[in-house]
């Protein structure tokens, strides 16, 4: 906890030393998320909904927090800071941060992720979480999504083995 508040400190200190050179916009989307870096090995994809702030400095760099709606609605802050590649029609998009589902589960961790932006109103972001950067959550969202109710992890053990993967789309306006 203490790294996502220093974390999420700095994002704000960035994005207000630099509020007079910025351009700024929020985005919403949806997509899935699955339960292992390799889309073959997975077991089960969940419903994500997102909505973010986003502030593009000079635009070369972004600064980023938002929420990601697990299972369409559980919500999961997270913030990160990027870099944006060429200009329009077509933008890359690289960025890592952090995420923290803290109502649920506790389950936090690092994220990276990639976007194509296209003509600065549609982007499609595929994001993963690397298996040694998170904390197992204290829910079993293996077992919960396979039996229709919330189960608990008691030994937060591996839920989530081998980190995993989502795709969005997202609309910005």
């Known amino acids: 906890m203490k790294f996502l508040n220093k974390f999420l400190m700095f994002c704000l200190v960035?994005?207000?030393?630099?509020?007079?050179?910025?351009t700024d916009h929020w985005g919403w989307g949806a997509g899935f998320?699955?339960?292992?870096?390799?889309?073959?090995?997975?077991?089960?994809?969940?419903?994500?909904?997102?909505?973010y702030y986003e502030y593009s400095i000079n635009n070369n760099f972004v600064v980023s927090a938002g929420i990601f709606?697990?299972?369409g609605f559980i919500p999961v802050v997270e913030a990160n800071i990027g870099i944006l590649l060429f200009?329009?029609?077509f933008e890359i998009k690289a960025?890592?941060?952090?995420?923290?589902d803290?109502?649920?589960?506790?389950?936090?961790?690092?994220?990276?992720?990639?976007?194509?932006?296209i003509d600065s109103w549609f982007e499609i972001k595929?994001?993963?979480?690397?298996s040694a950067y998170y904390t197992q959550p204290a829910i079993?969202?293996?077992?919960?999504?396979n039996n229709g109710k919330i189960i608990k992890n008691e030994n937060h053990s591996g839920d989530i083995e081998k980190g995993y993967l989502g795709l969005l789309i997202c609309w910005r306006y």
């Open 69 to 71: 709606g697990y299972l």
């Open 87 to 89: 200009d329009n029609p």
């Open 33 to 51: 998320t699955t339960d292992s870096e390799n889309l073959h090995l997975s077991q089960f994809t969940i419903p994500l909904s997102h909505i």
């Open 126 to 130: 595929i994001f993963g979480a690397p």
């Open 102 to 117: 803290f109502v649920l589960s506790g389950h936090d961790g690092l994220m990276i992720s990639t976007s194509v932006i």
């Open 140 to 145: 079993s969202f293996k077992e919960s999504f």
């Open 14 to 22: 960035i994005l207000f030393a630099h509020i007079s050179y910025a």
């Open 95 to 100: 960025a890592i941060g952090k995420f923290s």
